[in-house]
């Protein structure tokens, strides 16, 4: 499912979880995070390992974050070519 608005559009299977928004043409783009959920801690190793292979840089390996959540929150974060900060993560519910 796809919503588009002006210069906005959503992203998603039922409802947009994903926004995207065109920047001003005087505006340079700035780096942004974006997180990616796991469906386990396996995968986020593999994202990581995956993304280093392909050029991406080391940004916090993978590992339990306790600082970010009372239940286990596993993640890794890498920084893409063009300085963005992804995401994957494994939060047990």
Sequence with gaps: ???????????????????????????????????????????VDEFCYTALKVGGKDNGGPGIRPEMSRQPYYSAFIYDPDGNNIEAVCVKK
């Design 1 to 43: 499912m796809i919503h588009a608005h002006d210069r906005l559009i959503g992203y998603a299977s039922d409802y947009p979880y994903l926004w995207l928004k065109a920047l001003p043409e005087d505006k340079a783009p700035t780096p942004t995070h974006i997180a990616i959920d796991a469906i386990d801690s396996q995968s």
